[in-house]
């Protein structure tokens, strides 16, 4: 009798009842940045995009030029472009990315990566947390993610994300990863409460540009210096010591908003 009136209650509720009873429960949202962050690859982006360009336009660019850590794809693939005199135009940066990910695929299962220190534990743990949702915030391609983080077994833990699809520049990317955690979660989470996850100063600057608490961690190209140099709420030099990242995302204010 307590469920029919609890449902004749929440009638009008935009969400099913469901949905609204894990909204009870879910509290803290953690936003994970992909490359440096939960693996390395042995750089398969990077080699897919020089012989992705190399098969377009018969030579591989310099990216030795250019600074693509915590870059989007969309916005390496114009940069590679205007680099070499070509317009990037949609069509020229959808026709490089297409051969991208076609080369990625390849690449990804010849290239000596990984899943880093501690990675495993934390979403695993988290998987079965009732009170934290994890999601993707990333400047990867939504299929250039799925090729990584599948070849890497890591993919099925992520139900959402914001993708370098969503925009070039990844300080538009936030809002993306929100709104869609809010749909599968039926929560507004807190910004005291999001946490976004990476290894380069990008990464800390695109958590902040939604009020977000930002972690970095020195598994990529930018050392524990350099990413405090950026200010973030804290910096770990990686995740081995899963213990220390669970005490940052615990001490937290658990006030959702619903």
Known sequence: MAFVHAERLLGACPYPLNGFAESLHVKKLILWDIDGTLIVSGRAGIFALGRAFKKLYGHEPDFAKMDVSGRT??????????????????????????????V???????????????????????KHRTDVAQGLLTGNLQRGARIKLEHYKVWHYFAFG???????LRNELGPHALRRA????A???????TFVIGDTPH??????????????????????????????????????????????IDEADSTPTS
């Open 73 to 102: 794809d969309k916005w390496i693939a114009s940069q590679v472009l205007e680099q070499h005199g070509l317009a990037p135009s949609p069509e020229n940066i959808h026709a490089y990315l297409e051969s991208y990910l076609e």
């Open 104 to 126: 990625l695929q390849e690449e990804i299962k010849t290239r000596d990566g990984r899943v880093l220190p501690g990675i495993f534990e934390l979403l695993e743990l988290f």
């Open 162 to 168: 914001a993708f370098g699809d969503d925009s070039p």
């Open 182 to 185: 809010q749909a599968k979660h």
């Open 187 to 193: 929560v507004q989470f807190a910004p005291a409460n």
């Open 203 to 248: 990464d800390i600057e695109c958590g902040k540009a939604i009020g977000a608490k930002t972690i970095g961690v020195a598994t990529g190209r930018f050392g524990v210096a350099e990413l405090q140099a950026h200010q973030p709420t804290a910096v770990l030099a990686d995740f081995s010591d899963t213990a220390a990242f669970l005490r940052l």
